[in-house]
């Protein structure tokens, strides 16, 4: 995959059996936007993006509303010390940087505060290991 950060990933549906992977990417500042692989397993850019995060999610589920656009599932972020929280759906690159610490708690710079997330999916773990490989 490219140099550009990525943020997130996301299915829809495809005409084959194994599910069609999106992956937003954070190209520049207020630039995220999402991106598909071909074939060769080179990105190819949509026309999906959006001057942030929780904007290219939402037109990204507009978008590919027809294809049954899902984000995958990357656990839960707390922020800490934990409080009586429930926690929110974490993004990706949260995952990773929780799941490749030793003690699960990173400092997301976004939110200031250090984190930890817990409860990824078996199919978010498997793409991290890919991703990291």
């Known amino acids: 995959m490219s140099e550009h950060k990525l ?5 829809i549906s495809a005409a084959t059996p194994s599910p069609h992977y999106l ?6 500042d207020y630039h995220y936007v999402w991106v598909s692989l071909n074939a060769d397993g080179h990105e190819i850019e949509t026309s999906v993006w959006g001057a942030t995060i929780e904007e ?8 590919w509303k027809l294809k049954n656009f899902s984000p995958v599932n990357c656990g839960f972020l707390y922020t800490l010390p934990e409080r009586d929280e429930h926690g929110v759906n974490a ?3 949260q995952m990773v ?10 400092f997301d ?7 930890i997330v817990h409860h990824a999916s078996q199919e978010a773990r498997q793409i991290m290991k890919n991703y990291l490989t």
Request: with cysteine; glycine share 8%; aromatic share 18%.
């Open 7 to 11: 943020i997130h990933v996301a299915r």
């Open 109 to 115: 710079k976004e939110k200031g505060h250090n984190c």
């Open 97 to 106: 940087e929780s799941y490749l610490s030793l003690s699960g708690i990173f």
């Open 23 to 28: 992956f937003l990417k954070q190209i520049g």
């Open 56 to 63: 290219a999610i939402r037109l990204a589920y507009r978008y």
């Open 91 to 93: 993004l990706f690159y």
